[in-house]
């Protein structure tokens, strides 16, 4: 099995705070592997460092085998690691379509064929009805659809998915697993932050738990919800039903 | 379309005072495009355009005058040279992180010491300047020389030129990649938008083309002094039309210019008609803070926008989920 991404050691450290401590982790290909862990456990932290954002402090992230660690944003972009902000940062000037068109650039300068994929990727969210909608007429949930969209433009391989389905009732979450499960069929690797552990439960094959800074626990989702110590630091004995 | 030939047909009938009036107005608005292409569109601000503009007429001065070339060749070298200035300025201030409005202070900082340079500089005519030779002869397109009427319409086709060229800039990716950039840098980023190169490239676009407006301008006014061709003074004036036409448009620039500029024209002579100096100033002041408290977007969005349904309006359900993220 090969690994797409792999974290050897990575620490960050704000300051006086550890943010992330010696964490070490790797996504095999196709998979969809959820981080979680409580408030402040470092997952976006995480994120950031595989996205380029941060720089780690220690360690090293391979992409395909290549070290991505201190590179640009950017660059990390265009080598096909797509990412969402947990705080949506759509171009509010800009209407949905053309915000979704952004990330095509990456590999395009044809705008026809840059509007093509991004219509492509908002019916695969299920924002192409409100492709011509001014971003203020989206409601939060479809915010973080249109990220997802976004990042998906940049045709990744790679998907980075800041808790995407926050907010979500049971039902729309569910759709957005499904739609998740369709795109790993297609050959995407999908790496997620989430809150809700029903969700992870349902779509992630591999769960990495996170206490502050430290991974505490990996492991398929069954084996996650009875293992004594993230019952202790993160889930709570209420979830062992 | 319309507009443009209209203007076209008026400037065979229009008096003299209006000729010359409009032509500035044209200049205007052809720079004020470069200002608003880099603020409106790739989000760089410049209080400092002079410099571009400077650099456009010193080349197109210097190269006629002293060495008999077409202006069209000193409007090459000009741009040519403003581009490199405008990068080399954003590649030293983006390399070391100065970015917004610190960019801006840095733009009038480098106009200022162009004009003080160009001031101190004998080999350019110093404080006194330089003057164009008096025009001989039949008004002719590759000389660039003729009378008023012919600038007019100099003037008219650069316009035409930039409304066309922002226009088709806006459409091409580089509009896209350039607006997300201005919106939000870190997330346009993410999407895999080089921005330190793009930004680079917007102010090396926009000095060019300034430094051509700079180049007509020198030979409509025959004339140039680094005090008024470099000042702050014109930093000012070329960032006002766009602001009240409309940032960023292919029409807005114009729009501004056309407003603006007639009517400072008609209240400096009706101040100095009843004898109290400066009103146009004043008048100036009233219709920019009544443009930004009215139509923050500029007049040209808020005409079009009539036009349009309301579909663009946020709806109070959609604000009422941004109070809602705001909680979160």
């Given at each position: 099995m090969t690994a797409l991404l792999e974290l050897s050691h990575v620490s960050k450290r704000f300051g006086g705070l550890l943010a992330v401590d010696d964490v070490s982790f790797s996504l095999k290909e196709r998979s969809i592997t959820a981080l979680v862990g409580p408030n402040g456990a470092g997952k976006t932290t995480c994120f950031n460092m595989i996205a380029g954002a941060f720089r780690p402090t220690a360690g090293t992230i391979r992409f395909e085998g290549g070290m991505i660690s201190g590179q640009r944003a950017e660059a990390i972009c265009r080598l096909g690691i797509g990412r969402t902000f947990q705080i949506v940062r759509p171009?509010?000037?800009?209407?949905v379509l053309e915000n979704a068109m952004v990330g095509a650039f990456s590999w395009t300068r044809k705008v026809p064929e840059a509007r093509e994929t991004a219509l492509e990727m908002l019916e695969t969210v299920g924002l192409a009805s409100k492709?011509?909608?001014?971003?203020?007429?989206?409601?939060l949930p479809d915010r973080k659809m249109l990220e997802t969209a976004k990042a998906l433009s940049t045709r990744p391989r790679l998907l980075l998915l800041d808790?995407?389905?926050?907010?979500?009732r049971p039902t729309e979450a569910a759709s957005v697993v499904r739609v998740l499960r369709r795109l790993v069929e297609r050959g995407l690797t999908i790496l997620l932050v989430e809150h809700v552990m029903r969700i992870v439960m349902e779509a992630a094959e591999n769960v990495v738990v996170l206490h502050h800074g430290a991974k505490i626990a990996e492991g398929m989702p069954e084996y996650i919800v009875k293992h004594p110590e993230v019952l202790a630091g993160y889930l709570g004995d209420g979830f062992r039903g | 379309m319309v507009l443009f030939a209209a203007l076209a047909l008026l400037g065979a009938v229009f008096n003299s005072y209006l000729i010359s009036l409009l032509t500035i107005v044209f200049l205007f608005a052809f720079i004020g495009q470069s200002w608003s292409l880099m603020?409106?569109?790739?989000?760089q601000l410049s209080i400092g355009h002079a410099l571009f503009v400077g650099i456009g007429a010193y080349s197109v001065a210097v190269l006629d005058i002293k060495y008999g070339l077409s202006p069209w060749l000193g409007l090459l070298v000009g741009s040519a040279i403003a581009g490199a200035v405008g990068a080399a300025l954003a590649w030293l201030s983006f390399r070391f992180e100065v970015r917004g409005i610190y960019f801006g202070l840095l733009t009038i900082a480098a106009a200022e010491f162009a004009r003080v340079m160009f001031s101190g500089w004998e080999f350019v005519g110093g404080m006194q300047g330089l003057f164009f030779p008096a025009q001989s002869g039949e008004s002719s397109l590759l000389m660039l020389r003729g009378g008023a009427r012919f600038y007019y319409f100099v003037a008219l086709g650069a316009v035409a030129i930039g409304v066309g060229v922002t226009a088709l800039i806006r459409k091409s990716f580089l509009g896209y990649v350039w607006r997300a950039m201005r919106d939000d840098e870190d997330a346009s980023r993410a999407l895999g938008v080089r921005t330190f190169l793009h930004k680079v490239l917007v102010v090396s676009i926009s000095g060019a083309w300034a430094a051509v407006g700079g180049g007509l301008l020198a030979l409509v006014q025959g004339s140039i002094f680094p005090d008024s061709i470099m000042g702050m003074g014109i930093s000012i004036d070329v960032l006002i039309g766009p602001i009240v036409g409309g940032l960023g448009t292919a029409f807005g620039p114009l729009i501004g210019a056309l407003i603006i500029i007639p009517l400072d024209h008609l209240m400096s002579a009706f101040s100095d008609s009843i004898g109290i100096p400066g009103l146009n100033n004043v008048a100036y002041g009233i219709v920019l803070i009544a443009v930004v408290w009215f139509l923050p977007d500029g007049v040209w969005p808020a005409l079009i926008g009539r036009f349009r349904?309301?579909?663009?309006l946020p709806s109070i359900r959609s604000q009422i989920v941004q109070t809602q993220e705001v909680r979160q």
């Open positions: 171009m509010r000037d800009m209407t492709a011509h909608a001014s971003i203020g007429q989206l409601t808790e995407v389905m926050a907010g979500l | 603020l409106g569109l790739g989000g349904s309301q579909k663009r």
